[in-house]
């Protein structure tokens, strides 16, 4: 396990919209590539769990949160682009 | 109106604007987001889906939806609170099924339920439950609904299962219907309904108890209704406790099993007790095994056990029951032994093992044709599988076993199979006599009954009461009597030929009652009524105690015996009428002789005609008279002679025919020459009899066999033939009397001692010899010569010329030797009247002490004469007279005289004889004393003869 320790997030999606499959794929993707063992995802879907969503003030879907480590970060969109991912997570240039 | 025209348009234009502030905003929101994001909330945290997002979805779903249905193997249709079809998937629409429920046509739009409550015919049953079903299901009164029909095509027989759900949870919103194709379901479930009811069936019928446990085997899946009868307790206690069955163990068993339990991973076979409820206790089999699944892993344990209570009552029997049988065998006289199936020994009594030094461990579990049976013996092992294989109820055989030292003794087996209680073949149990001396003693007896019928003396055995129990077949030979007609008969009275008297035959009994055997010979009548005489003797046989149980009379046929002793008597009496015969010829020919002499003289000097014819008649007579003699004398040698040329060869070969057919194979018969023809004078059958009669004595001496050899050839003016076998040969004192009458050296019986008398007797009329030449142990040879005919034998026969009448006037000498003194004087006339000069005497001393000079020519004088004979005279004065020519003269003569006569070259004149005779032998004589003077002799005859007329 990495001294950085483990990568929280929680993925707020549509169902099974286009865009909101994507970024499941596209997470999942990123998390083997660049987080092997060192990943939880959590995936939120807004059809069923409105009141969720409202909580935690997302306004979009598909919207990444990256709970841990701090600090909280939430990425709205796709995540096909994966540079400026890697580097709002944290996993690129700032490392 | 107005009024309400303003607001619609007013409210018209507001929700175009409206609608436009949405498009417009979903517009931006594109942009902003870059397409990237779905759905946005509100504050309230309403979720808005993006108008792409709305299009994706929708699409997707329907698809989905689409392609779900569609994959689905069941024919699915959606309907509608009502029951009207929504929608069917592509199945539904291919289905092509001629039932009513899914018939063609039930296409969206319809009401499914309707249909299904009209429908008719043979599935309509199913197709008003389904309708029913499908409603409750529609009114939310059932959760689901399932029916299964069938639905056969014309070639095969299908099930569908019908199963109808609601369309959404909680609502009463429509429901799903599918029809699934159960067929190969419900064929399987149909094949395993029947093969569990089979094993139901069987494992219910059945009194054994098949169990089924869990792979822990705390848990028990299945047991058979048979638990309940073998261990007196309900199937379902032992469901509701696995555990019971451990108790219902016997106490003394439990132990065995508890680890037999804990330890039963391969399976287990074996007896145990149990005790039921009420007290009764039970011998149960179980044979349990492991079931494997398809790791191999046990998860389960099956098994059967049985009741085997009743079995092992009948094997505690059947131990008790060979118990006291071998208790039995034990202490009897004869050998006893069980095999199993592979013929090793299982039991074995003491008496076997006594009489074959083997010891009881090591013969039991061994094989018994491997100890026992001798390594020659192939058929008892055949019978053994025989037996095994045809089982018999009991068999019967013989056969020689081994001791341990390798002796054998016969024994006959008696042979059962051996059953279990069950019934099976389980081996053999034999019971054996040791009959080896028995048999041997059978045999001993046999060859004593053989050689008893065989015997040549006719044998009767008769019990104490004298009845026949017994007779040999040299008796029924003898007799005529049957075997069957003599068995029960007395044979006094069988044999009765009222010759002996009533003291005779109580002799007999008194004898052999007080045990004394009888002998003597007594004469019997056959079945024919013939009459025999045999010497018999009567012998008491007598029992182990003594007493006397049987007698055996031993008979000797003498009927042969006095055949034989008349024939004796008869030869003896031709020898007897021989010798009489020649001595009444000899006087009754000198009487003839004497006649003869005075009938010539009478009719030489007859001045009467009639006196001449008278005195020829006399002649005749006497003529005939001396016939008569001779016919005597040939009677009393009992064969004439007639007598041809025979060729020596042809002699041969016949006898060698006849030999060849007369000797046994083990004598070889060699013939060697002649190489030319030799011609004897001689009778032929009488030769065959010289020349087989010589075979026999040979054949006689050759008792193991080997060679006779008949050689022929030719020495000088005589045949020779010899004679030879490679028998015993004989000594010198039996040379010298080989040819004596009745000298034998054969046992009694075997010859009459007369064959080579007879030999002698025939060669020696035939003017030949016989010797014989003998070496011990080497052979003998027989010799035989004879004269050839081109030899002119010295011709004893009177012989006439037709001249002899004519009594010539002759000179000479003639010393005439005559005993009887009318013959003399009858002889010395007619020799003075034929003109020779004559001086006569009576016997041979007179003769000889004459003192002639000069010497008479010839000597006339008869063989017998008292005193000096014949030819000792004529030896004699021949020393004294060289020139001397004799002429004997007899009535009869012996063969050995005349041969000699002959081997003398001297004359001989048969009497009576005539004038010509007398002259013919005269003068033959003188020419053989004076050579020089025949001729003149000769000449004058003529004359003389017409002188004297």
Known sequence: MSRRGLLKFRLFVAGEALNSTQAVTNLTAICRDYLPDRHEIEIVDVFREPLRALAEGILMTPTLVKLAPSPTRKIVGTLSHIEPVLLALGLKGAA | ?949
């Open chain 2, 1 to 949: 109106m107005n009024k309400a025209v303003p607001l619609l348009r007013d409210r018209d234009l507001e929700v175009a604007a409206l609608i436009k502030v949405l498009h417009d905003s979903g517009k931006r929101l594109e942009e902003l987001t870059g397409g990237e994001v779905d759905t946005v909330a509100d504050h309230e945290g309403r979720m808005f889906l993006l108008q792409r997002s709305q299009e994706y979805l929708r699409m997707n779903e329907a698809t989905k939806q689409a392609a779900i249905l569609n994959a689905l193997p069941a024919h699915t249709a959606l309907l509608d609170p009502q029951g009207v079809i929504l929608s069917v998937n592509d199945t539904w629409l291919d289905f092509g099924c001629t039932e009513v429920i899914e018939a063609p046509g039930h296409a969206i739009g319809a009401n499914y339920v309707d249909l299904c409550a009209a429908a008719q015919g043979e599935g309509a049953p199913a197709a008003h439950r389904a309708a029913e079903g499908i409603r409750s299901v529609l009114d939310g009164s059932a959760a689901t609904f399932s029916i299964e029909y069938p639905c056969d095509t014309p070639t095969e027989k299908r099930w569908f299962l019908l199963t109808v759900t609601p369309l959404a949870r909680g609502l009463a919103g429509g429901a799903v219907v599918m029809h699934i194709n159960v067929t190969a379901e419900r064929l399987s479930s149909e094949k395993l309904q029947a093969s569990e009811l089979r094993f139901r069936q069987m494992a219910d019928s059945s009194r054994d108890v098949f169990f089924l446990l869990s792979a822990s085997m705390s848990e028990i899946c299945y047991v058979s209704p048979a638990y309940e009868q073998i261990w007196g307790r309900t199937c379902e206690s032992l469901y509701t406790d696995p555990a019971s069955w451990l108790s219902s163990i016997h106490p003394d068993d439990v132990e065995r099993m508890t680890g037999i339990n804990k330890n039963c991973d391969g399976g287990f076979d074996g007896d145990f007790r149990i005790v039921r409820p009420d007290g009764q206790m039970r011998w149960v089999h179980v044979r349990a095994f492991p079931i494997l699944n398809e790791l191999g892993e046990r998860y389960r344990t099956g098994g059967v056990a049985s009741d085997i209570t009743n079995r092992k009552a009948a094997a505690d029997e059947l131990r008790e029951s060979q118990r006291r049988f071998s208790d039995l065998l034990g202490n009897v006289e004869m050998v006893s032994v069980m095999l199993d199936m592979r013929a090793s020994v299982t039991y074995c009594n003491d008496y076997l093992l006594r009489l074959t030094g083997w010891k009881r461990e090591e013969v039991i579990g061994r094989n018994w044709f491997d100890l026992f049976i001798p390594v020659d013996d192939n058929g008892i092992k055949t019978a053994f599988d025989t037996l095994l294989a045809e089982l018999p109820v009991a068999s019967h055989h013989e056969n020689e076993i081994l001791t341990r030292s390798g002796e054998r003794r016969l024994i006959q087996w008696n042979t059962t199979v051996l059953r279990s209680a069950t019934g099976d073949v389980a081996g053999t149990a034999s019971i054996g006599d040791d009959i080896t001396e028995r048999r041997q003693v059978e045999a001993r007896l046999r060859l004593k009954n053989e050689a008893l019928n065989a015997a040549a003396n006719s044998m009767i055995i008769t019990d104490r009461d004298r009845t026949i129990v017994w007779v040999n077949p040299a008796f029924t030979a003898l007799t005529g009597y049957t075997e069957a007609d003599a068995i029960g008969r007395n044979p006094q009275l069988l044999l009765e030929s009222g010759t002996h008297d009533a003291a005779f035959h109580q002799n007999i009994w008194t004898s052999i009652a007080a045990g004394t055997p009888w002998s003597g010979e007594m004469t019997s009548r056959r079945k024919d009524g013939s009459l025999y005489t045999e010497a018999s003797t009567i012998t008491p046989v007598r029992d182990h105690d003594g007493t006397i149980s049987h007698f055996i009379c031993i008979n000797t046929d003498l009927t042969t015996q006095h055949q034989m002793e008349e024939q004796l008597r008869q030869a003896q009496k031709m020898e007897a009428v021989g010798h009489l015969a020649a001595g009444v010829a000899h006087e009754f020919n000198n009487l003839l002789q004497a006649l003869m002499s005075m009938a010539t003289i009478v009719r030489m000097h007859a001045i009467l005609p009639l006196v001449a014819k008278v005195a020829g008649e006399m002649e005749t007579q006497i003529k005939r008279g001396a016939a008569l003699t001779q016919q005597l004398l040939l009677f009393s040698r009992r064969q004439a002679i007639e007598r041809s040329s025979l060729d020596v060869r042809e002699e041969m070969q016949k006898a060698r025919e006849l030999l060849q057919r007369l000797l046994s194979e083990n004598i070889t018969i060699v013939v060697e020459g002649p190489v030319e023809r030799l011609a004897i004078d001689g009778d032929s059958s009488q030769m065959q009899q010289v020349l087989l009669n010589l075979a026999i004595n040979a054949r006689d001496a050759m008792p193991g066999g080997g060679t006779l050899t008949l050689r022929a050839g030719r020495a000088g003016d005589h045949a020779w033939i010899e004679i030879e076998d490679t028998g015993e040969g004989f000594d010198e004192v039996t040379r010298t009397r080989l040819f004596e009458p009745f000298f034998t050296t054969k046992e009694r019986g075997k010859g009459t001692g007369l064959g080579l008398a007879v030999v002698h007797g025939i060669i020696a009329e035939h003017g030949g010899r016989i010797d014989a030449e003998s070496e011990r142990g080497v052979g003998s040879v027989f010799r035989i010569t004879l004269p050839l005919v081109t030899c002119k034998r010295p011709q004893v026969e009177a012989v006439g010329d037709g001249t002899g009448e004519s009594a010539a006037v002759a000179s000479g000498h003639i010393l005439l030797v005559e005993d009887e003194e009318g013959v003399r004087e009858g002889i010395a006339v007619l020799l003075g009247i034929i003109g020779y000069d004559i001086t006569a005497v009576a016997s041979g001393e007179e003769a000889l002490a004459l003192a002639l000079d000069p010497p008479p020519d010839v000597l006339l004088s008869d063989v017998t004469l008292p005193g000096i004979a014949g030819l000792q005279l004529g030896e004699r004065l021949s020393e004294r007279w060289p020139s001397l020519s004799v002429v004997l003269m007899s009535g009869y003569i012996e063969e050995a005289i005349r041969s000699g006569v002959m081997e003398r070259g001297w004359l001989f004149l048969q009497k009576p004889f005539e004038l010509k005779d007398l002259t013919h032998q005269i003068r033959s004589a003188l020419r053989n004393a004076r050579p020089n003077e025949v001729a003149e002799t000769s000449t004058r005859s003529v004359s003389d003869v017409a002188a004297l007329r």
